[in-house]
């Protein structure tokens, strides 16, 4: 059982470029999350999925864009990164209403130059 | 706007010692407050209190919710080097079926042998 995994688990980028952070886990959750982690700022919610098919925008979506078209799967991309984007990015996922408890994946370090 | 605040920021202990992490929210009729310890990658869960004044212990670890004062308490005795983290706290808000969480910017705990 992997539980939640990312990749890639490092990435530089140049200011415009794009790419697409890969999130997959295998315990059958219903909802999936992604969040970005800033010295000083906590985690912050980008965007998150109740369900196959479904997203929605999280506390800081602007730059980013989300698809899940597996259940198991939650795609994060940056269509023109930007050096504001420099963080370390968490995927996370859980059971559906009332479980709570978020489970985690081991994040992506992205720096954009 | 829904607010989780910790302190402190962070705190330097000698192995041995007794620590007291604070967490306080501004979230109204939140649904459950959650702890999760980071060390180098993931968060990785450690409590979730719901109801007032019950304590939930695990180890050495031990964490308890005030709803009348809007903050919880997380409890380390007898810390040692491996307890060396961030430690989040997170909160529930109320609506939706969603699970989202409102995390706190942590605190950095550094146990010194």
């Known amino acids: 059982n992997a539980g939640v995994t990312q990749t890639p688990k490092f990435r530089v980028l140049k200011t415009g470029q794009s790419m697409t952070l890969l999130c997959a886990q295998d315990?059958?959750?219903?909802?999936m999350y992604w969040y970005r982690q800033d010295p000083g700022m906590g985690l912050r919610l980008i965007h998150y999925s109740v369900g196959e098919g479904t997203t929605a925008k999280g506390e800081v979506p602007d730059g980013y864009n989300v698809s899940r078209l597996k259940k198991q799967n939650f795609l994060l991309g940056l269509e023109s990164a930007a050096p504001s984007q420099t963080s370390v990015y968490f995927c996370?996922?859980?059971?559906?209403?009332?479980?709570?408890?978020?489970?985690f994946g081991p994040g992506t370090r992205l720096t954009v130059t | 706007e829904d607010k989780v605040v910790q302190s402190p920021l962070s705190l330097v202990v000698h192995e041995g010692d007794t620590v007291t992490l604070n967490c306080s929210y501004e979230?109204?009729?939140?649904?459950?407050l959650l702890w999760y310890k980071q060390e180098k990658k993931a968060p990785t869960f450690l409590f979730m209190l719901t109801s007032s004044g019950i304590e939930k212990k695990s180890g050495r670890l031990s964490s308890i919710l005030d709803k009348k004062e809007l903050s919880s308490i997380l409890n380390i005795t007898a810390t040692q080097t491996g307890d060396s983290a961030i430690y989040l706290c997170?909160?529930?808000?109320?609506?939706?079926?969603?699970?989202?969480?409102?995390f706190g910017t942590g605190t950095l705990l550094a146990v010194q042998p």
């Open positions: 315990m059958n959750h219903e909802y």
């Open positions: 997170a909160v529930v808000p109320p609506g939706g079926a969603t699970n989202k969480l409102i």
């Open positions: 996370a996922s859980s059971y559906s209403n009332g479980a709570y408890e978020q489970y």
């Open positions: 979230v109204t009729n939140f649904r459950s």
